[in-house]
């Protein structure tokens, strides 16, 4: 995965920040826990799809599938460009 770093403005996280930014069409690659539940898999992942977003579904079992969930509450986005 990744680093992630907030710093650099290309990233978001949270099913509120996230989504708003697969609707407009900014997020490059959605990166999901497989921990959440089926039904915001499915929604954000049909945005997604709809945008020509990539999607990423981590696993639990593994370091970074802990600390995406554990710290972003399972989901994170990186952005095609900053947003405001």
Do not use: C, P, W
């Not at 990233?11 to 069409?25: D, M, S």
């Not at 497989?34 to 020509?52: F, R, V, W």
């Not at 981590?58 to 969930?69: A, C, D, K, Q, R």
């Amino acid at each position: 995965m990744k680093e992630i770093s907030i710093e650099s403005k290309l990233i978001t996280y949270g099913l509120k920040e996230v989504q708003n930014a697969l609707e407009i069409g900014a997020v490059d690659n959605l990166i999901l826990s497989e921990k959440l539940d089926k039904n915001i898999i499915n929604t954000l992942g049909e945005i997604a799809e709809s945008m020509g977003t990539k999607i990423t579904i981590i696993s639990s079992n593994t370091e970074e599938g802990e600390m995406l969930s554990e710290t972003f509450g399972g989901i994170t986005a990186f952005l095609r460009r900053r947003l405001n």
